[in-house]
């Protein structure tokens, strides 16, 4: 290739690229994710305990942040991308660690793309499944490391098979950043259905995250959280979506669409792929959190099989270059034939593979460098949304104080107070227990016993939603506010 080729392809942007350079503006500005993405406290948690680990050289062993389960033994088990967050925020602030999920969350989408291409899928029905990619993964846009799980996620379910060696470093790094490691050996197992190598990478997938802090432990913790449905049943983000909520014609469209891609791989004989798809689909329908899954997994299989489906009622062999001019020209053509011609399956698949190999000549990744400072510095400043955080109400806070708050507020004051205002209850529900979330559940929803919990703790103050039903509840035994906005209530018994 020559010099101006060369030049061309690294500075001129491919779809997938192009793509996910809209999705980091879009996520940044349009979502405005340099505050939702904060919308959920443990954000400011997992910075904190990132910083703490840079400062110490060493992993939490004990609950560091709470004065009710102070001490006790916590599996920091995301510590990596605590670190990466960590380390961003000591340098760039809360603007750094939003350009960092937003990028990762680009680069998600960048690789969403390049699976298409590997499974063989249409050009043109990429493109029209893009938007339902975005709708539906935005419901789990945070500043957590889950975002960092989605890469790990479409790199395990490439058709390529790679060393086993690289298995090995990319499964313990997995396992370094986030719990769902234990994905990589589900769904080699599953593919081997097509492949039997797949049993090899499957046996390495399963080791190779014992390099961690934790070893076996952490494998048990792990189950143990995943299978107690008590605690689960608890956690909002573990239950079913609202399906009859605004804006979710989009995620349903992209379950059907994997039902839909995961049948028609059973009828040509994929099986690893219809396996993939009803596991994902029943995890997706059970819980919100999974319903990302399924955009990024599923819609790229959909791809694959819907266009067999084309090229099979097209006559058009698998692997071969669809014809750009399918007319028989020695009969007379009418209206009619030259419409039916340009929507035929063979047509569509024509154009289409026209478009995508136009597309292969461009990569545009010299334009990374210019594109992530570009956002940075356009992004306002970074926060936590006042109008979901106790952002006002903080400085009115005693030093000292035994604070009730709800784990909402946790995560937020374990960042603001860099850790020294010890919380009662935060997001970390691994560490809290199905117990102690079942009498917390009671106390807020102030249902009978619930004076008896709340005087065994010995409160000094008490933050609330400005909603909070638990509110009147205190004011009617003495609690009285000494500080109140639109968003939070800070009380004091006897105050004024």
């Not at 329908?285 to 266009?307: E, K, M, Q, V």
Request: glycine share 8%; with cysteine; charged share 15%.
């Amino acid at each position: 290739m020559s010099r101006p080729g060369v030049l061309l392809r690294w500075c001129v942007p491919d779809l997938a690229f192009a793509t996910a350079c809209v999705t980091l503006f879009y996520c940044l500005f349009l979502f405005q994710g340099y505050q939702k993405l904060f919308r959920d406290s443990d954000a400011g948690w997992h910075i904190r305990t990132g910083e703490a680990i840079l400062a110490t050289d060493t992993l939490p062993r004990t609950d560091p942040y709470s004065f009710t389960r102070g001490g006790r033994p916590w599996f920091a088990w995301e510590w990596l991308a605590d670190a990466a967050a960590g380390g961003i925020h000591r340098t760039f602030g809360l603007k750094g660690v939003a350009l960092f999920y937003a990028a990762a969350i680009s680069a998600g989408v960048w690789l969403w793309f390049r699976l298409h291409w590997a499974l063989g899928g249409n050009f043109l029905v990429a493109c029209a499944m893009a938007p339902l990619l975005l709708s539906t993964c935005n419901i789990h846009w945070l500043a957590r490391p889950h975002v960092l799980s989605w890469i790990f996620l479409l790199l395990a379910v490439f058709p390529r098979k790679p060393n086993l060696m690289v298995v090995a470093l990319v499964t313990a790094l997995w396992a370094n950043v986030h719990p769902s490691f234990f994905f990589a050996p589900l769904i080699a197992l599953l593919f081997a259905l097509e492949d039997r190598w797949h049993l090899k990478a499957a046996i390495v997938a399963a080791l190779a995250p014992l390099l961690n802090p934790y070893g076996p432990q952490l494998y048990v913790h792990v189950f143990r959280y995943l299978t107690d449905a008590d605690l689960l049943a608890r956690i909002g983000e573990f239950q079913s979506f609202d399906f009859h909520s605004p804006g979710a014609a989009q995620i349903i469209a992209t379950v059907i669409l994997g039902v839909v891609g995961g049948t028609l791989a059973l009828t040509q004989k994929r099986l690893h792929h219809f396996a993939l798809a009803m596991l994902i689909t029943a995890l997706a329908l059970r819980s919100a959190r999974a319903l990302p899954l399924s955009a990024l997994l599923l819609l790229p299989i959909a791809n694959a099989a819907i266009t067999r489906s084309l090229r099979k009622a097209g006559g058009v062999p698998s692997g071969s270059a669809c014809p750009t001019d399918l007319r028989d020209t020695t009969q007379p053509v009418g209206v009619a034939d030259v419409v039916g011609q340009a929507v035929s399956p063979a047509a569509f698949l024509s154009y289409s593979a026209n478009l995508r190999a136009l597309d292969t000549r461009f990569r545009g990744f010299a334009l990374i460098p210019l594109v992530l400072l570009a956002a940075f510095y356009l992004i306002p400043a970074a926060g936590f949304p006042t109008d979901q955080f106790p952002v006002a109400a903080y400085p009115h806070i005693p030093p000292g104080a035994r604070l009730f708050a709800p784990d909402k507020f946790g995560g937020y004051l374990i960042y603001r107070s860099n850790g020294t205002l010890k919380v009662f209850f935060d997001g970390r529900s691994d560490l809290y227990g199905a117990d102690f979330l079942k009498r917390y559940s009671r106390l807020v929803q102030v249902r009978p016993g619930w004076r008896a919990y709340w005087e065994s703790f010995h409160f000094t103050h008490a933050l609330l939603p400005a909603d909070a039903p638990l509110l009147p509840a205190l004011e009617q035994i003495g609690w009285r506010p000494i500080y109140q906005d639109k968003t939070a209530i800070l009380l004091v018994f006897g105050g004024t």
